[in-house]
């Protein structure tokens, strides 16, 4: 990276806009200075001004939104450059555009162009939706939603999914939306001077700041580091600065973007995006292009009439073949509804067969399309579509290909440097109404991100409440390279040839007078026959004292249903309300908790993090079992082996400081704000009886205690609550 000058920040003036009397204070009523807020700035400032990295764990109350956003808003306006700021969530994303940068802009009474970004599947592709009112669909109701969106196009200035009245059925907006494989770009697309992507484009490349989330963020990197390079417009306008906000979630979000896979539903919706039938009825894009004319022939009116009926046939096949690969999967899948590919699992048994038959039935099927569409205009908008759909099925086929490859793979294959499993989604293997995913995701996301992050750009700044995984030293001070270390080597930052500055600033919150945590002394270990009985009696007993309020978190479904099960009847006797992860929507779920104080919500990994219930509504969160990941995780479990091949613990080195990252995000759900009060109760014995519990509570800030057996914990949770 070449030096370029830039204009200095200044710390002092910067922080000054955030003491008792400064701008920021002035704007926002019972303002209190934070000195770790200010600390925090003052890291901020020198990873601009020195082209660094900077990692920095800021607690909740901490403010870390106006800590990097006054220094980002101030470096971007004086030096003309432009920062992306990506985000896990879209509340976060929200609030950053909506509210916090407009509040900043105006302390500040400067002006610089923000721009928020959401992926191109979000917003809606006029070119596809003329061709959808053209072709009409089988469905009646696809029909009105077609026409109803049709009507808001006209009137929408975003075309943002978000803006419609309505949620659109997925299938329906997956034809409807703007994608890179299917635009005709500026020079072919009909509709180029109203389309709402391009528009977005052109804002985006206009704006200093942009607002993303983390995997619009790869995408953008991806291609960049693909050779894409770094001084045009890509997914994103060219920039050299980044501050990645609920950084912790690095890892996961790389894999997920990194990955790769198919189904039998992507496959099937696919299809019907080609040919569809109902009775005499055809429709789908080869219809629209007269497909059905004979290879050579010309494309009259009257030959576009003639069927090859080899296509329909194909089509056909393709989907019986996924219908038996699925099939075949689902079986693999058991009652955990996953499974890793590994080499002692050679050929993949019972997939072998299935896989072959749709590999070659696709590509069979792909080349007899693609031969009718030599004939046809290939700037037509139907034909770039149908082009686009036929390289998606073909990567199908690709992956098919891995798939039957891996258990003959040797040791140098690229396989080696990927995980390759499958996920049973939707219903369940009891009830039905289940598909398997089939996916393939990379063993070690930290090498890809040293390259296209934390080495292509000067400045890198990762934040987020929770990213150390060891408690300071006897001192106070810290190895912050220990601390540090679990989260820099999952992402990737450790791996680059640069200096990291690190920093942990505390939240302001008053934990050792407002919080309690409790462990029943007699909390038997997990694995033993005792402990479900010991969960519902204590559930039942804390829940009652609290009258509700209560969050209850689990590391796995069915643990959540046994619970929940055992402990809902008496509750509801009680006048308590009794809400569970999987019966609503998730953010209609938490509506419903803040408004009703007399519920407990009973939810698992979603509800871990993200999830922000201020004041009264939330006084108790019962963290069941430590959070460690199960070894059934392909993904966790491959990397787990990976260590222990290299000579490394497994235990120490990844599941440990994993589990107490997750375990501070589910601590961090009672306080979220310096007024809020409860307590914290874990019901995992090993917390005490382990050797590694103590990684756990050290983790904590200092806070109440109440280590007792459980009766007289139930006393302590009462008479601090009352």
């Known amino acids: 990276m070449s030096k370029q000058h830039c204009f200095r920040l200044d710390a002092d003036k910067l922080c000054a806009a955030l003491e008792e009397n400064g701008v920021i204070a002035a704007r926002l009523s019972a303002y209190e200075r934070r000195d770790a807020q200010l600390d925090f700035l003052r890291l901020i400032v020198r990873a601009f001004n020195e082209d660094s990295l900077a990692a920095a764990e800021a607690g909740t109350g901490v403010g870390k939104s106006f800590a990097y956003l006054l220094p980002a808003l101030e470096f971007a306006l004086s030096n003309d450059q432009r920062i992306v700021i990506s985000t896990a969530t879209i509340t976060l994303q929200e609030q950053l555009f909506v509210k916090d940068i407009p509040l900043v802009l105006s302390a500040l009474g400067k002006s610089v162009k923000c721009c928020l970004v959401k992926g191109r599947g979000n917003y809606l592709c006029l070119r596809r939706l003329g061709d959808a009112r053209i072709e009409q669909s089988l469905d009646d109701a696809e029909n009105e939603q077609i026409n109803t969106i049709s009507a808001w196009s006209g009137e929408t200035k975003t075309g943002s999914r978000t803006d419609l009245p309505f949620l659109p059925d997925s299938a329906l907006w997956s034809r409807l939306c703007s994608e890179s494989d299917t635009c005709l770009g500026m020079q072919f697309c009909p509709e180029r001077e109203r389309c709402f992507f391009m528009a977005l484009r052109r804002e985006a490349a206009n704006a200093r700041i942009l607002i993303v989330n983390h995997h619009l963020l790869f995408a953008d990197l991806a291609a960049r580091h693909e050779g894409a390079g770094y001084e045009s417009m890509v997914v994103l306008p060219p920039f050299s600065r980044v501050i990645i906000d609920e950084a912790h979630t690095i890892e996961a979000a790389a894999s997920s973007f990194f990955s790769k896979g198919w189904s039998r539903l992507g496959i099937n919706r696919a299809l019907s995006r080609l040919y569809r039938q109902r009775g005499i009825m055809k429709s789908g894009l080869l219809v629209q292009l007269g497909w059905t004319v004979q290879p050579g022939a010309s494309l009259s009116a009257s030959s576009a009439k003639a069927l090859d009926s080899a296509i329909p046939k194909l089509i056909k096949s393709v989907r019986e073949a996924a219908e038996k690969a699925d099939k075949a999967a689902l079986s693999l899948c058991g009652t955990e509804g996953l499974f890793r590919f590994t080499q002692a699992y050679s050929n993949q048994g019972t997939l072998t067969q299935p896989l072959e038959v749709l590999q070659k039935t696709i590509i069979k099927l792909c080349k007899r399309i693609d031969k009718m569409l030599k004939n046809l205009n290939q700037e037509e908008g139907s034909v770039w579509e149908a082009r686009a759909i036929l390289g998606r099925l073909e990567s199908v086929a690709e992956l098919c290909r891995a798939f039957l490859e891996f258990g003959i793979a040797t040791e140098n294959s690229d396989m080696d440097n990927n995980v390759l499993w499958l996920e049973r989604q939707g219903g369940s293997e009891r009830y039905g109404d289940s598909w398997v995913s089939f996916a393939v995701t990379p063993l070690s996301i930290g090498p890809i991100l040293k390259d296209a992050l934390f080495q292509a750009n000067k400045t890198v700044i990762c934040v987020s409440a929770t990213l150390s995984t060891a408690p300071l030293d006897g001192t106070g001070s810290g190895d912050y ?242």
């Open 481 to 722: 390279d220990t601390m540090f270390r679990f989260w820099a080597d999952r992402s990737g930052a450790s791996l680059a040839d640069r200096e990291l500055l690190y920093g942990i600033f505390p939240s302001p919150f008053p934990y050792s007078q407002r919080t309690l945590l409790a462990v029943p002394s007699d909390a038997p270990l997990p694995d033993l026959p005792e402990y479900q009985d010991f969960t519902v009696r204590a559930i039942n007993g804390l829940v009652r004292i609290a009258g509700g309020s209560a969050l209850v978190l689990f590391t796995s479904y069915h643990a959540l249903q046994n619970s929940y099960e055992q402990t809902a009847p008496a509750l509801e006797e009680e006048g308590i309300r009794c809400l569970k992860q999987g019966d609503d929507d998730r953010s209609r779920l938490l509506e419903i908790f803040l408004k009703d104080r007399n519920s407990v919500l009973f939810g698992t990994d979603s509800f871990w993090e993200g999830v922000d219930i201020p004041g009264e509504a939330l006084r108790l969160v019962i963290i069941c079992r430590l959070p460690f990941r199960t070894l059934k995780d392909p993904v966790f479990e491959a990397r787990r082996e990976l260590l222990d091949k290299n000579g490394r613990s497994a235990f120490m080195e990844l599941s440990l400081p994993d589990a107490v990252m997750k375990f501070k995000q589910g601590f961090g759900r009672l306080m979220r704000s310096s007024s809020d009060y409860g307590a914290v109760v874990v019901l995992d014995g090993r917390i005490l009886h382990k050797r590694y519990g103590k990684a756990f509570l050290d983790s904590l800030p200092e806070t109440k205690t109440s280590i007792k057996e459980l009766d007289a914990v139930l006393r302590d949770l009462e008479q601090f609550l009352y």
